[in-house]
């Protein structure tokens, strides 16, 4: 009897213990968030606070400043946020609509068998790493872009969009996707009952009701562009100065500016890097602000 | 009612079909470029060689042989030296079975064997470069001690190391996140009820997702690298990759013990089992294709990730002797060779590599998920 009690205990202990270690692993996430969070913007910060051992610098003069040169002291990281924006901007106007049509196809009107290989390509798509986009951006659209351009280089903001163009398409695909099909059949039988044609159906009645689905598709997507590196490092061009003035003028977005130069930065340098990425997480943090405005309440869940 | 297609419909059936042929177009473009441009560079030597050539002295013994007394055949060739130098070189091309250059031995006492491609810089102090096969032969033959010694050069070109550094990459950082991973979704299924908590945690995920690779590195440079002092290492690297794979294992492994049946729990508890039993022989077990496929998919991340490992993992071409050492991934060497170097056959040479391991992890997690879940 007291040796069953002793086991019982015992037993207890375990559960406890177990439960407080998949407590404790579930947290990490949040404590993972937090820290991501907390150092990013305390590293980034330094430069504007008064008395930092690196030195200042003003945060207007930043924000608004058109140079880049770590030599004579200029951080000016104006062209760079008017670059991604520009670029995301044109990824957007490009992507969405292919993006879109792409998934009408695959949800509404495929036949199995096209389906079946339509699917996998956008995994594969999806899968593709981002410096095999950037590879093939700078073999085959950077060449391309040099023989139309009236500039002596074809790294330019036009590559830029062209590269992020397809590499959001996997991300609105699916979700606008998973969007249609999540609208119930009965909403197409009722159309198709009053005489609707397959098209009205889909443009006036399917596309309607996956709206906010789509919506986050494309929030996404932004998300996707904006925060992209390495493809877009190597066909961007990265210039030190200057607001882009057409689509062939090299542009240098956020991103690339802090992979660019951080392995050799150091000391006021390297905290304006940690700056710029203070920027680019401000783009971010709002972008997924948007998004779960969104799908709050949205057919997707 | 007959359907009536007019050319406004038809139109718009045009550019749907446009859409999806510029889709399913592009990406034959890109793996066709990737492939056309890398695969002819693909080969044994590539997979198994150094990346960077190294020199050495080693001191091989005399043998029976065709051509030469080192049981070698050589040929000549012509390598372009950094700076873009040509200069005319003697490779072994084969090594016969009689040769004991496999047992050579370098200045410092250790066994250095040769092997293919390898050139010939000296033999026993005569620069041999610039000479034809014939004349190298000759210098051999008139050797009349029984070693010869010789200064080689391995040439390099290979991503041996790469591939090490990327194996290494992927056990290190699922060592990390998986056991929190699925012990988190745990407690999400089997113990939290719904509330503020699991929501914060939902949300938590939610936006670990959300966070481009490039914050990630930044978070880890500043962290790992800096405060706590790791360098760019293989491990700051690891511990940065682990946070961006916990999202995917999270969910994944979310999904499937929620597809584990009530009725098994129940089972379980009815017979008198506690919960953590229940948890570990019940669930968990029923739960493991799941599992599974998270960490193949955790596997494809790491494959296919820069930025992040760029600030923390840094880009050496060499294995990382100790955890604190520098060493680059396939796709970060991909990415420096494109830039530095701006070769992108060897680029696509290892970019070939990295596409074909991830369709064949694709199909590897497609193929367990259908068998497993047709229960």
Redesign the interface.
Known sequence: MEKDMKLDKKNELKEKLAHYLFLFNATVAIISVAAIAFFVFYRGLQPFIPGNAEGNYNLIDFLSGLEWRPSLGKFGILYMIVGSLLATFGAIILGVPVGILTAIFIAELAPKWAKKIIKPAVEMLAGIPSVLYGLFGLGVIVPWIMQISPQAQGQSLLAVIIVLMIMILPTVITITESAINSVPDAYREGSFGLGATKLYTIFKVVLPAAKSGILAGVVLGIGRAIGETMAVMLVAGNPIAGLPKSIFSPIRPLTTNIAMEMSYAFGLHQEMLFATGVVLFVFIILINLILSRITRGSVLK | ?K???NIK?SF??G??????L???G??V???G??FS?GLPHVDLYFLTSQFDSTSAYVDVKLSEGSQNPLGLILEETTIKEKGSKEKKVIVIKEIEDTSLVEDAINNKGKPLALSEKDIINRVNGINVEGKSVEEVNQILNNVNKDTVTMRITKQGGGIFPMIVTTLMMIGLSLLFSV???V??A???V???KPGK?VN??RF?????A??????????G???FVM?LNLGYSLLAGALTLS?IL??VI?RQTEESLKAVPDSYREASFGLGA???YT?TRVVLPTAVPGIVVAIILSI?RI?????AL??TA??AAKIPGSLLESGSTL??K??TV??EEAN?EL??AI?SV??IT??VL?ALSKFISKKFTKI
């Open positions: 009612m359907k009536k297609i419909e718009i059936y550019l749907i079909g446009i859409a999806t510029f889709t399913i592009i990406l473009f890109i793996l470029f990737i441009k056991p929190i991973g012990f988190a745990i407690y999400l089997e113990y939290a908590f914060l945690v938590a995920t939610e936006s670990l959300g966070i481009p690779s490039i914050i990630y590195g930044l978070f440079m500043i962290l405060t946070i916990l999202p999270i506690n919960k953590i948890i494809g494959i296919g990730e820069s930025a760029l600030l840094g880009t796709t970060v991909a990415y494109a830039k992108i680029a696509s970019g990295i596409i991830i369709i694709n």
